[in-house]
């Protein structure tokens, strides 16, 4: 567990390299290019409209693995789709970049249930550093070649190591038949029908976590720098704690049949220490910045804050999978986009009462950890339900 951390945050040490060196080297105009196709081409992961997630719900729950038909209907569907987005936009190197991230998603699953938990999660870094490099060697060219060379290249870096680590998994990749059948069809539709909620809820997330970065940027932008670095100090915390949830996931799966309340709490347990030892680590460092860059007003502060409040949310959300696997993903998805309307509303009421930012951001992360409570609670309630 401690290794698998540690590679965590290398391969998100590296992520963050791309970060800080991309805007250096393109100017203005290139680097909101960059970013913008960058943005369409990640959509690419809902193209697959849950399949991916619904495919580990099979393997589990049903003891079904339906990868033949995943990989072949993903890949059919991501070829059309960058076709189409290709065209939309009118630049034919989309399409590369576009198929090349949506095919990794759904590997990515697969090598995670096979316990390739490292091999899972080399791709973004072997993208950072080989956009990285395209960028600083040949910025000179187009954007849409620049990215669809980082794409393509990163992901054969990624099979190729695939092949060295892990040759029996790249002969099932590799080796599937083609040739798609009307009960593979119905067999993706039934993954999708199960996927595409806990799909939803990812994208509910996303927005919801978005909604403070937009209410900073519109009316407290003197505030926004200060929470953009407290966001990525906060990040330690969250990558710490979906590091435990990448293996957790995979034991909850496997012993499902016995899971009960006892083991539900002793999960949580486990992930709420951890949880409070990254809490503290972060703070220390947080503060030590804080002293030393005084200008971030406030850092200090939203670090806390985002730590804390999300980040006892993420450690509950460790068992997130206990309602995918047991059929339930639907109430969770509703709940959680139901706190996200709650905290829009009473977002809208804390602009126009000039509540203070800070207490903005406290109120969404406390109802995000409330959310998290819940989830705990609910996991619970369903598995005792179904052991009874």
């Not at 590679?7 to 390299?17: D, E, G, P, V, W």
């Not at 926004?224 to 990040?235: G, H």
């Not at 804050?305 to 997130?320: D, E, K, M, R, T």
């Not at 969770?332 to 804390?350: E, K, P």
Request: glycine letters at 4%; proline letters at 2%; hydrophobic letters at 55%.
């Amino acid at each position: 567990m401690i290794k698998f951390l540690f590679s965590r945050y290398f391969t998100y040490a590296i992520i963050f390299l791309e970060v800080l060196l991309v805007p250096v080297i393109l100017n203005k105009s290139s680097y909101v290019e960059y970013e913008y196709m960058k943005n369409i081409i990640n959509l690419s992961s809902f193209v697959l409209l849950g399949s991916h997630t619904g495919f580990i719900y099979y393997f589990y729950s049903k003891k079904n693995d339906f990868f033949p038909e995943l990989l072949k209907i993903s890949i059919c569907l991501l070829l059309f789709t960058s076709l189409i987005f290709s065209i939309y936009y009118k630049v034919p190197f989309l399409l590369l970049s576009f198929f090349c991230f949506g095919v990794s998603v759904f590997v990515e699953k697969k090598l995670q249930i096979e316990k390739e938990f490292y091999l899972a999660i080399l791709y973004k870094p072997f993208l950072a550093l080989v956009l990285i490099l395209a960028v600083f060697f040949l910025r000179n060219i187009a954007i849409s070649s620049i990215l669809s060379i980082g794409y393509s290249v990163a992901l054969i870096l990624w099979f190729f190591m695939v092949r060295l680590f892990a040759k029996s998994l790249f002969k099932q990749i590799t080796t599937v038949n083609f040739k798609i059948t009307p009960n593979d069809i119905v067999t993706y539709f039934n993954m999708i029908k199960v996927g595409i909620v806990e799909n939803a809820a990812t994208v509910i997330l996303m927005f919801y976590l978005f909604t403070d970065r937009y209410i900073l940027n519109h009316f407290y932008q003197n505030q926004l720098p200060s929470y953009s670095l407290a966001f990525n100090f906060s990040q330690f915390v969250f990558i710490g704690i979906n590091s435990l949830a990448y293996i957790q996931n995979v034991e909850i799966g496997e012993g499902l049949a016995i899971l009960n309340k006892q083991r539900i709490l002793m999960i949580f347990k486990k992930s709420f220490l951890f949880f409070l030892i990254l809490f503290l680590g972060v703070f220390v460092i947080s503060f030590i910045y804080g002293k030393i860059y005084p200008t971030f007003e406030n850092l200090v502060v939203y670090t806390c804050i985002l730590s804390f409040f999300i980040g006892i949310f993420y450690a509950c959300n460790v068992l997130s999978v206990v309602p995918l696997l047991k059929g339930k993903q639907k109430v969770i998805t509703i709940s959680l986009a139901l706190v996200g309307f709650i905290n829009v509303i009473l977002s809208y009421f804390f602009y126009h009462l000039n509540v203070s930012p800070i207490l903005n951001i406290a109120k969404t992360g406390f109802l995000l950890m409330l959310f998290g409570i819940y989830l705990v609670l609910y996991s619970i309630k369903i598995t005792n339900r179904s052991s009874a």
